[in-house]
Each structure stands twice: as C-alpha cells, then as structure tokens.
C-alpha cells in the first residue's frame, strides 16, 4: 500500500483529492495539510512515499517548498497537483514524477501511480544489485594499496589526490603542462612542440627557461600527490603515465562507447558538466573538445530516441537543448 500526504491550500481540494485516491485503491493517505509548514510542523513519524503538492498557495510557492519536503521527507517522490499548467517545465526541474491537473483524471493518476511503482522497483533492483557487488567484493582478498589520481576535465580541469584533496598549482603554466601531458594520453611528445603550444607567444629562448621551471614545479606536484614517476622522458620527448590516474573523459569514452542502459544515460548527463577543458579553453585542446561534444551529442540524440522512460528522456533532450540550442 502507498503511503500519501496532501498539501493543499484549498480544503475542498484536499477532499476530492482523497475520494479520488480512494477510488482508484492502492493509497492510503496519512495526512492532509494546508499549509506546507503544517506538514512540515506534523511530519515526526510520517514516513510517506508520495507528496500530492499544490503550486499556487499563499504560505509559499509548491515548487521553491519541494526541496523543504525532500529533505524532511528523502524518500518520497513529488506528484504536483495544480490548475496551472505553465508550470509544467519547471516543475520537472524540481525531479516530479507527475504534473496532475485539476480536476485530476483517474487515468492519468493511475500512470503517475504506476510510475512511482517502476521507479521503486528500478530502485529495489539497483539496491539488490549493489549488495551482491559488495558482498561479492568482500569475499576477494585484498590487493595491495595504490595511490590513485583522480582527474576532472570536463568543464573545468581538477586533479584531486587519493584522500580526495584538490591539488593546487604552483602556477598557471603548471597546470597547463599537466593538462598538456595528459591531452596526449601517454604518447611521447617532442619538447620544441610543447613549447609551442604552450608558451606560443615567446621566443624560443625565453619558452625554454619556463619549460625547465615549469616541468620541475610538475614534478615535484606530482611527487607530493604520490607520483613522483608519472612524468616520463626519453629522446628529447616527454610523456604521462595514466595507469594510475582515474579520469571522467575515460569514464565518458567508455559510455559514448559501449552504454546503452538507462544507467549510463543517467551517468553521462551528470558526467557531461561542460566540454572538454571548457573554463581553461586551451587552443592545443580545440580539436579534442569539438570531437567529445559532437560524438556526446550524437550519443544523446541516440538515447533520446529509443528512451521510453518520458523523465530520463525529457532530460536527455534537455542536455541536448543546452550543447546545440539553436539546432531544430
């Protein structure tokens, strides 16, 4: 049974609302509030798994007092039950299961209700399937302990130690010549081309004494974040090793690559938070972060077409929407 409470400003509203739950079954309604302080006020031993939430009240808007509930109430999820209907977009926004108008039509009642049940049940199963994980991972013996970088690059380019603690740079160039090191993936690159693209605007002579202080100051960032072998050099070419570093335009590749569960979509929309190296803009990185974008959006339209989930779907479009909006 689903356990409810309703917010309604308008207390015929609430009454009608609970005949037409009682009349569709499968809802036992444990409150009716008028106010969303009242529910919030009375919400000590209320455990419910849906919130019915009126918008236009005169207390607060439904949709700024959504956050309000979730966190008094985590578990549940949002149905909005209101006589506007131009509030639909943002109230999506909000994570809402359903956007119900009045008078509220029982079929589309019962599709929001079935909706909540998949959405459970898709839950349930992760949940199940996250225990086996770790109950499988207990049972292996230990490996030996490894310090792992972890790295950021889309968006902005954020290098974090194994403890989770951001690195910080001696300087700009610094940075640059991390990022610059990693953007060849292992692959030895010849020093005149690094200052090249590096310091493009100085001479050759000026560039190469940066070169040496920079790469020192690499190094001994590296070194005190746990790597003091992840720069390589050989024939007048340096190179990163990656092996130990985890990297979300990995993560990004293998999804663009290999996903196609409703997971994956979930996972690139909250990995894509912006393009390749998008706050540094570095010029050498142009060409990767036009290829990332375009085959992220090719992927997108993709899901979106075959997606049946109508949220997961709106949300796809909506990552689409914002990587090319004036594309029909």
Request: charged fraction near 30%; hydrophobic fraction near 40%; charge should be negative.
């Amino acid at each position: 049974m689903v356990k409810a409470i309703l917010i309604d400003d308008e207390e015929i509203a609430l009454d009608v609302m609970e005949i037409v739950l009682q009349e569709v079954g499968g809802v036992t309604v444990l409150g009716k509030f008028r106010l969303v302080s009242d529910a919030i006020a009375q919400s000590e031993g209320v455990q419910p798994d849906l919130i019915f939430l009126d918008i236009e009240m005169p207390e607060t808007n439904g949709l700024a007092a959504s956050a309000a509930l979730l966190a008094i109430f985590p578990d549940a999820d949002i149905v909005y039950v209101t006589a506007h209907n131009q509030y639909a977009v943002d109230a999506f926004d909000t994570k809402a299961i359903g956007y119900l108008l009045k008078p509220v039509a029982k079929h589309r009642l019962v599709k929001t209700l079935e909706r909540h049940a998949e959405l459970r049940e898709k839950a349930a199963r992760r949940a199940e399937a996250d225990r086996l994980t770790r109950s499988r991972d207990s049972m292996k013996s230990p490996e030996p302990s490894r310090r792992t970088l972890s790295l950021k690059l889309l968006q902005s380019m954020e290098l974090y130690d194994a403890e989770g603690r951001l690195i910080t740079w001696r300087t700009k160039k610094t940075k640059e010549m991390f990022g610059y090191l990693w953007h060849h993936s292992g692959t030895p690159v010849y020093r005149y081309r690094i200052l090249e693209h590096v310091w493009p605007e100085l001479d050759a002579e000026r560039a190469q004494a940066l070169f040496h202080t920079t790469m020192y100051y690499l190094r001994n960032t590296l070194k005190l974040a746990g790597c003091p072998e992840m720069i390589g050099f050989g024939d007048e070419r340096y190179w990163m090793r990656t092996d130990e570093v985890a990297c979300d335009v990995t993560r990004l590749e293998e999804l663009i690559g290999n996903g196609r569960r409703a997971s994956d979509a979930e996972e690139l929309l909250s990995l894509y938070r912006g393009d390749y190296f998008e706050t540094e803009n570095y010029g050498w990185a142009n060409s990767r972060r036009y290829e990332l974008r375009e085959a992220v959006v090719r992927h997108l339209e993709q899901w979106a077409e075959h997606e049946i989930d109508s949220s997961l779907k709106e949300r796809l479009l909506r990552k689409l929407l914002e990587l090319h909006p004036y594309e029909e």
